[in-house]
C-alpha cells in the first residue's frame, strides 16, 4: 500500500461482488466502510478500476447501440449531454481503493464522498486517457488535501468543479442535486422560464442564446439567436455555465427576472447591450410543427412540401415526427423540408429514431471514437422508411449536437441535401452518471463522425447549398418557425404564407425542383 500525504491511500485489489449502494446501478460502484484511526474517521471507498477484458468488437457495438438510453433533455440548457449512457455492472470488476480522514464538517464529508466518486467515473470513461496531460491521481489527491480543512458545502464542491476543469473539457462538469432536478426538466414536455436555449461557446466561454421557443417571454421580447447573455438579475455570468444560468433564468410562473444582452448574432452593428426585465411562464416544449407549403414549379406544376421543424431531440422527437409524417402523407405532399436551425441538440439516440424514419436498409448512422481511438459505426437494422419522397435539411450555427447526426446521417447517406450555414461543430457524446448526494456527473465520453468519417466536433458540418446574407433576420425566423398549421387561406397572417417568404425554404424548394426532376414527374 502506497502512502499519500499520510492521510491518502491507494491500492489496487479485484472485487469479485459487483453491488450498488443505491437505487441505479451506476457504471462506476463506490462502497463506503468508515474505518476508525485515533482520533478521526477515515473514509474507504472502492472505485471500479476497469472492467474484465471480455467482448469483441461486435458486442461493444452492440452494447453501445442499447446504452444510448432514453432521457431527459431540458429545455433551457447548455450544449451538453447529447445522450444518456448506462452501463451494466460486470460480474468481476477491478478496484481502487481510496482512503482519506473524514472532514469534520459534515456537508463537507459528504461532498468529499462526490469527489472520489466523480474522480472515479473520470478516469475510467473519460475520452481523453491523458486528462488533459496530467497525472490524474495525483490530481485527487491534491483536491482532498485542498478540501479537507473546508467549512461550507458550496467551497468543496468549487474544489471539484475546478479539479473538473483541469480536463480542458466544457461539456465535462458536475451539476448540483438542484441543477440536476432541472436538468431533467423536460420529460412531461413542460418548464417554468422565460424559454430560452442557452449555450457556452466552446473557445470563448461566452454564454450565448442558440434559440427561443416560439411565443415564449425570451422570444416576445426580440431576443435573438447568437445573443450573448452578460447578466441575470445584476449578476455577472464570467465563469458561469449554461446550466447555471438557466437554473437562474427558471422560476415560479409569474415571477420576474432581469437580464442583460449583448446583440450578436448576424447584427452587422457595433455590439450593444441591452436589459431586459421578464416574466416567467410555463413553457410548453414541443419538438415537432409542421406545415404544408403550396409550391408552383418553373413549369407551372402545382407541387406541396411539407415542411417539419424539428425544434429539439427529447423523448418522444422520433414518435411525434413520425406522426406527423404519416398525416403529411395523408395530405399527399411531393416532397419534404426538415428544419434543424437553432437545434441545439439532446438525445443522441432521439437522432437515430428520426433518421430511420428517412433511411432504409442498414445504413451507418454514425461512427464513435472511443477514448482508445476505436471507431464503432452505429448501423440500422433493416430500416424501413416512411417516406421516399425527395428531401432537403435546413441547417445553421444554431445546429449542434444531435442535429449535427441526423444531418450527417441523411446527408452521407445519400438522402438529403443540406441547405444553410455550417453547423455548430459538437461532436462529443457525455455520458451522465447521477452520484449518491443527487448530484450528477457530466463526462465526454466519446467523440462521434457522420457516415462518409467526417469530422464534425470544432468543426461543423458544411450545408451543400448557402442561404444568401439577405436571408430574413433572426428575429423573423423566429417568429415565422415552430407553429404548426394547416393549410388555409394565404395571407400574411398564415404562418405557411410567412415560410414562403423565408429566403432559406425558397432555396430548399429550388433544390426540391433539381430532386423531382431528376427522378421525373409525379403521378
Known sequence: MKTLYGKLSLNVGLSNECSCSYKTCFPFPVQYRLLPKTARKTILMAVKKKESPASDGWKKKNDLIENLTTGIRTGLCAITAAALLSSNCPASAEFLTVAFPASQAREVNIVQRTLVEAWGVIRESFVDPTYNHQDWDLKLQQTLVEMFPLKTEDAAYNKISSMIATLGDPFTRLISPKEYQSFRIGSDGNLQGVGLFIGTEPHSGRLIVLSSVDGSPGARAGIHTGDELVEID?????????????????????TS?????????????????REVNLSRETILLSPVSSSVIPHKTKDGQLMKTGYVRLSAFSQTAATDMENVIVALEDQ????????????????????????????????????????????????????????????????????????????????????????GHKTFGKGKIQSVTELHDGSAL???????????????????????VQCMPDMLSPAKIDSNLGKTVRSGAEDDSDPASSLEKDSCIIVAEDELDLQRSSKGSPS
Open 332 to 419: 399527399d405532399v411531393h416532397s419534404y423540408i426538415l428544419d434543424l436551425r437553432n437545434n441545439p441538440g439532446g438525445l443522441v439516440k432521439a437522432g437515430l429514431d428520426v433518421a430511420q424514419i428517412w433511411l432504409d436498409g442498414n445504413e451507418t448512422l454514425v461512427n464513435t471514437i472511443d477514448r482508445d481511438g476505436n471507431m464503432l459505426p452505429i448501423n440500422m437494422i433493416n430500416g424501413r422508411a416512411l417516406t421516399h419522397d425527395p428531401l432537403v435539411v435546413l441547417v445553421n450555427e444554431g445546429s449542434a449536437s444531435a442535429s449535427e447526426i441526423l444531418a450527417g446521417a441523411l446527408h452521407d447517406n445519400g438522402r438529403a441535401k443540406l441547405v
Open 442 to 464: 457530466l463526462v465526454t465520453v466519446a467523440k462521434y463522425i457522420s457516415p462518409a468519417m467526417h469530422d464534425i466536433d470544432q468543426v461543423g458540418i458544411l450545408p451543400d
Open 234 to 254: 445584476g449578476e455577472l455570468l464570467n465563469g458561469k455555465s449554461g446550466e447555471e444560468a438557466a437554473q437562474k433564468l427558471r422560476g415560479p410562473v409569474g
Open 257 to 273: 427576472v432581469t437580464i442583460k444582452l449583448r446583440n450578436g448574432g448576424d447584427s452587422m452593428e457595433e455590439p450593444q447591450t
